[in-house]
């Protein structure tokens, strides 16, 4: 079958939604009459976003909203849990033995990252990466165990490009922090540009790899999501419609963080993803949210999950360490755990659903059929047939 379409068509997304994502704030700090030279300060430094205190009323609608939002899958989740009977155990592998490795390497590197050894004082500020190299290793090593199956044993060059490409998406990441600047680096000063690409960049790489094995991981539990397979399928009677409407809503809300950051910053989170996938849709490409049209959001469910563990041992992690970061949040900046802000914390879920974007994006490039990607065919996962007189293959398939 020939694919030259799908390729065409995906790069064309990607092109799309680079060019929104990297203009669209800027266009909204150029409305906003603000110098542009503070956004290209490097290393970014500077705290030139002055935020707004903490509020009752905003920090109450926001805990509303996010539990709205979660409660019905977590409830479904738990009563179907509980229905359930005790599944048998898969025979239990053999723990690898570059398992063994990681676990120690990673203990060691936790205990160097919250002392202050004066012998270990040149390397100090270099225990994140391999926390995150050991985390991801064990990560593998249980899911292996559990399944006889891993990124790292089966997928070794898909996981080679996941550290790649992560380096590449958590700067951007970083990039639209310039604009609501709710996170800083502490411990970093002194450092040329040069060498806070360096220094950045390798622990940046992390972040997909650690996401998506850890769903590995999840998705191997029988319980884990249990209950979303048939849940709330959503099917829009107009789905290229209800796709531009969220482009141009997502589009307007990037260009709305450079205007007004301390009511829009929560779109940082969001309208990256709703740019992506409405981009998708509208050219009738598969995206995340295929699945749910016949109600399955197990992924969906799974990934934000995912997301949510990792972001438990950044934070944890993050906390004693010398070189760390540190939070400035508008209006719901009280109530931490380590030094995140409780509700900060539900950016985690719909950055989990980001990772797995990227990485289904990347996985025809490795002939990953995709365990990562979900989408099984445009027949089973509910492609939209009116988009094209002939459908479009999905790229997964090939």
């Known amino acids: 079958m020939n694919t030259k379409p799908v390729k065409r068509t995906n790069a064309l997304v990607t092109a799309a939604s680079l060019s929104l994502l990297m203009a669209l704030p800027l266009v909204g700090t150029k409305l906003a009459g603000k110098p542009l030279q503070e956004y290209a ?23 509303a909203l996010i539990l709205a939002v979660v409660l019905p899958f977590d409830l479904r989740v738990i009563r179907t849990q509980r229905a359930m009977a005790p599944a048998p155990r898969p025979p239990a592998r053999r723990f690898p033995w570059w398992g063994w490795i990681g ?31 050991s985390y991801i290793c064990v990560i593998n090593a249980l899911t292996y165990r559990r399944t006889g199956h891993c990124l790292i044993a089966d ?28 996170w800083h680096y502490v411990g970093v000063d002194g450092l040329s540009g040069l060498q806070y690409v360096v220094f950045a960049t390798l622990p940046f790489s992390t972040v997909l790899p650690a996401v998506l094995s850890t ?23 107009r789905p290229r419609v209800v796709a531009a409407a969220a482009l141009a809503l997502a589009a307007a809300g990037l260009a709305g963080i450079g205007l007004w950051p301390d009511y829009l910053f929560p779109l940082l989170w969001v309208s990256p993803l709703v740019v992506i996938t409405s981009l998708q849709a509208l050219v009738c490409l598969p995206t995340i949210f295929t699945p749910v049209r016949s109600g399955d959001w197990r992924r969906v469910y799974l990934l934000a999950m995912s997301a949510l563990i990792c972001g438990f041992f950044w934070e944890m992690w993050n906390y004693a360490s010398l070189a760390r970061w540190a939070y400035t949040v508008p209006f ?24 797995a974007v990227i990485a289904d994006w990347l996985a025809p490039m490795t002939g990953v059929r995709s365990q990562e990607s979900g989408v099984r065919s445009q027949e089973t996962a509910g492609g939209d047939r009116r988009c094209w007189k002939r459908p479009l293959p999905s790229p997964m398939n090939h």
């Open 332 to 355: 719901v900046g009280r109530f931490r755990l380590f030094e995140m802000p409780l509700l900060g914390y539900a950016g985690y879920l719909p950055f989990g659903l980001e990772c």
């Open 155 to 182: 997928r070794p060059r898909h996981l080679l490009r996941l550290f790649l490409a992560s380096a590449v998406f958590w700067w951007f990441f970083e990039y639209l922090n310039r604009f609501v600047q709710n």
């Open 41 to 63: 300060e490097f290393p970014p430094l500077t705290q030139h976003v002055a935020h707004a205190g903490f509020s009752w009323p905003v920090f109450v609608v926001m805990a």
């Open 103 to 133: 676990l120690f390497a990673g203990l060691a590197s936790w205990t160097l990252a919250w002392t202050r050894f004066p012998w270990f004082a040149p390397l100090q500020s270099f225990t994140f990466s391999p926390l995150w190299f």
């Open 215 to 237: 769903h590995e991981l999840l998705a191997s539990f029988p319980w884990a999501g249990v209950g979303l397979e048939r849940f709330a399928p959503v099917r829009p009677g």
